[in-house]
């Protein structure tokens, strides 16, 4: 008889004796008894101390083919608990799903495909290959700082291909899984096999085939988002981070992480070579790369085709058609088109208008539920709340109660309709309204590339690495709203979106135009957008240092929500003094009013922790913790977000 140590999927704690009567190794799944209820678990080690008094109780029941955590997997989740100050059970909770935890094993054989495509690769990349592959077999992070087109992908490629020849398998992370099908094509087509991916949109059945063909099956290579770096297998050689500086490899949901930095921290644990890429690094990743930590490579000129034209359209100074689309524009769209060309259109809003206003009281329209404005749809004829999803037929004033409204300005919906109108063609609209599933989204990437649509428009979602090679133009109608959010990356966040949203045009032989309106066209990040790229990372730092923002500065946001705003603003006020006995080093600000105050009628106040220390941040962190806890307002949560992206 033995006692060991499990770590089960209990967001409030983690980790639980037990006693077995069969030895049992580290990373075996088992299940046992907690309260009422029957877990399963991961065990971790013999237990290291026993409690006077504490009637520990069996294990029920051990998996026959049990072994599936490898003691790599665990050290990860370990250290982001730490580093997150979160409960480890919290920490595997939310990076592996307990249906897949708790099923059989059932990998399928890889499919093979015939005759593998070869492609050399050009002078340029083959010096970056080489000097990457030359780091293989130890602990080392490259980022391959290349513009859109200069054949990354090609470069990670050829990286798989090594790992694979050497028996070992590979984790391919892409930011939006949704976006890849054509990506997965390409890839598979290169290895010569079917490429598994790991995808939400799956169904259950096949996302846990998934997992165990690459678990414990045969599959050498992962293509995935988020949780395809929680898929534990061993002999992991290669973890390859596309887009690194993409916002969506940001988890917010508890417990909050970044993937990319759990994909560096996982290469050294498993002492393996991480490779980054992007055409708009991160400034965190920069920052690391300039520091020595990551060795830095470029690549500076697109495979066979050039950059496109970029150009700003003055807002101010024009009469813009439907306050939508600039003259000039206009007639870059009609002769694009006329040509047998294709254009896509960038809009930083989803829905019919801008904002509804009452026309009683002139207030705007907001969600009953959330300090939020509503968004209208003409098509379904419904209003929508962003933050919890309700929608309204009638939505009314919440001052007035007036039903009469009137909207402004203009999103998707309008400049699709607008365009089709004007151009007389259908126009192809895409955003995370319309792509619900991904059949439904292939067909519409399907359609546009076989040319059925020649405008497409949508929202952020467009700007990210879609490849058409028979698209010439790309047009930015206005993010201008952007530089006005609370957010200190807002404008790393534009200056991305415009040289991404560059690279969706003139992919291939056909020189590609870049139109970006706006009513400030004098903002630097402009210019440094259409003619040196290379000057923003200098830029930016400046401001981050003046306001000592990441990567200088260390931040932790913590969120407070609760229904009643009193109890909410007290328990924040109460860590609030809790930290008042941490040095200077560490600043404190807050507790405010979030900017989006209330969702789901749940208040919401935060308070920012910064500091140059990151030992000093974590401690602060702990200490927010323990005093939250000891307040024992369990109806209040405290969302501890390490590294925030999200400010509202
Ligand atoms: P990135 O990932 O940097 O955006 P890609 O790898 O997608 O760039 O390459 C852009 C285009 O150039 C693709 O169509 C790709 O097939 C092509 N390409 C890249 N490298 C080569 C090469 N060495 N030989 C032929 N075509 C290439
Ligand atoms: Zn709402
Ligand atoms: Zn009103």
């Keep these: 008889m033995a006692y060991y140590d499990i770590l089960l999927p209990v967001p409030a704690g983690g980790v639980y004796t037990y006693i077995s009567h069969t030895p049992l190794s580290r990373g075996q799944r088992v299940r046992?008894?907690?309260?009422?209820?029957?877990?399963?678990?991961?065990?971790?080690?013999?237990?290291?101390?026993?409690?006077?008094?504490?009637?520990?109780?069996?294990?029920?029941?051990?998996?026959?083919?049990?072994?599936?955590?490898?003691?790599?997997?665990?050290?990860?989740?370990?250290?982001?608990?730490?580093?997150?100050?979160?409960?480890?059970?919290?920490?595997?909770?939310?990076?592996?799903?307990?249906?897949?935890?708790?099923?059989?094993?059932?990998?399928?054989?890889?499919?093979?495909?015939?005759?593998?495509?070869?492609?050399?690769?050009?002078p340029d990349q083959q010096a970056v290959y080489e000097s990457i592959a030359a780091d293989h077999g130890k602990f080392s992070v490259h980022l391959i700082h290349g513009v859109t087109g200069s054949g990354k992908t090609e470069i990670y490629i050829e990286l798989a291909k090594d790992a694979i020849a050497a028996g070992q398998k590979v984790i391919y992370l892409v930011p939006e899984i949704s976006l890849t099908p054509q990506m997965v094509e390409r890839?598979?087509?290169?290895?010569?096999?079917?490429?598994?991916?790991?995808?939400?949109?799956?169904?259950?059945?096949?996302?846990?085939?998934?997992?165990?063909?690459?678990?414990?099956?045969?599959?050498?290579?992962?293509?995935?988002?988020?949780?395809?770096?929680f898929v534990p297998a061993e002999n992991i050689g290669l973890i390859i981070v596309d887009e690194e500086h993409e916002q969506s490899y940001k988890q917010e949901e508890a417990p909050s992480y970044q993937l990319r930095d759990m994909a560096v921290l996982y290469g050294s644990i498993l002492g393996t070579t991480v490779v980054l890429g992007s055409a708009t690094p991160s400034l965190?990743?920069?920052?690391?790369?300039?520091?020595?930590?990551?060795?830095?490579?470029?690549?500076?000129?697109?495979?066979?085709?050039?950059?496109?034209?970029?150009?700003?359209?003055?807002?101010?100074?024009?009469?813009?058609?439907?306050?939508?689309i600039s003259e000039r524009l206009y007639d870059e769209l009609s002769a694009t088109v006329q040509r047998g060309e294709q254009a896509i259109l960038l809009i930083n809003r989803k829905g019919y208008s801008h904002t509804l206003y009452c026309e009683k009281c002139g207030k705007t329209i907001h969600c009953p539920n959330c300090s939020v404005a509503l968004t209208w749809y003409k098509s379904r004829n419904v209003t929508k709340c962003h933050y919890c999803a309700s929608e309204y037929r009638t939505p009314h004033c919440t001052h007035c109660g007036s039903t009469l409204t009137r909207d402004y300005g203009a999103g998707t919906e309008r400049v699709a309709e607008v365009l089709e109108q004007l151009l007389g063609i259908p126009v192809l609209k895409l955003d995370t309204d319309n792509v619900t599933s991904q059949s439904k989204l292939s067909k519409m990437l399907d359609d546009f590339r076989d040319g059925k649509f020649k405008v497409l428009v949508g929202t952020q979602l467009v700007a990210k690495g879609l490849h058409f090679p028979n698209v010439t133009l790309s047009a930015v109608l206005n993010l201008d709203n952007m530089f006005s959010l609370p957010d200190f990356r807002a404008h790393e966040?534009?200056?991305?979106?415009?040289?991404?949203?560059?690279?969706?045009?003139?992919?291939?032989?056909?020189?590609?135009?870049?139109?970006?309106?706006?009513?400030?066209?004098?903002?630097?990040?402009?210019?440094?957008?259409?003619?040196?790229?290379?000057?923003?990372?200098?830029?930016?730092?400046?401001?981050?240092?003046?306001?000592?923002?990441?990567?200088?500065?260390?931040?932790?946001?913590?969120?407070?929500?609760?229904?009643?705003?009193?109890?909410?603003?007290?328990?924040?006020?109460?860590?609030?003094?809790?930290?008042?006995?941490?040095?200077?080093?560490?600043?404190?600000?807050?507790p405010t009013q979030a900017p989006v105050y209330k969702i789901r009628n749940k208040y919401r106040y935060s308070i920012l922790l910064k500091s140059p220390d990151a030992a000093l941040l974590k401690r602060a962190i702990h200490l927010a913790v323990t005093s939250f806890n000891k307040l024992g307002k369990t109806a209040v949560i405290m969302k501890v977000d390490r590294d925030p992206y999200f400010f509202m």
């Design 32 to 122: 046992v008894p907690l309260a009422s209820r029957i877990l399963t678990g991961v065990v971790l080690n013999e237990a290291k101390e026993l409690k006077d008094g504490v009637k520990y109780r069996e294990i029920a029941e051990t998996f026959e083919d049990s072994t599936l955590f490898t003691d790599q997997f665990l050290k990860l989740i370990d250290a982001m608990a730490d580093y997150y100050v979160n409960p480890p059970g919290l920490t595997l909770s939310g990076t592996i799903s307990k249906s897949v935890v708790e099923s059989e094993p059932c990998p399928v054989p890889v499919k093979k495909l015939a005759a593998a495509e070869n492609l050399r690769l050009n």
């Design 187 to 229: 890839i598979s087509n290169r290895l010569g096999f079917e490429v598994p991916s790991y995808h939400s949109r799956h169904t259950p059945k096949k996302r846990k085939e998934v997992f165990w063909s690459f678990a414990k099956g045969e599959a050498p290579v992962l293509i995935g988002a988020r949780s395809a770096l």
């Design 284 to 324: 965190e990743t920069m920052h690391n790369a300039r520091a020595g930590k990551y060795r830095l490579h470029r690549l500076l000129t697109r495979h066979a085709a050039c950059m496109p034209a970029m150009q700003t359209v003055d807002m101010k100074s024009c009469d813009p058609i439907d306050h939508i």
């Design 493 to 590: 966040r534009a200056f991305q979106l415009l040289v991404q949203l560059s690279g969706r045009s003139g992919r291939c032989e056909k020189e590609g135009k870049v139109i970006i309106q706006t009513y400030s066209p004098e903002m630097e990040i402009f210019d440094m957008a259409m003619n040196r790229p290379d000057d923003f990372y200098e830029f930016e730092m400046q401001r981050r240092e003046a306001f000592g923002y990441p990567p200088v500065g260390k931040l932790c946001r913590l969120v407070f929500s609760h229904s009643r705003e009193e109890t909410v603003h007290e328990t924040a006020q109460e860590v609030k003094r809790a930290l008042a006995s941490m040095p200077s080093a560490l600043k404190v600000m807050g």
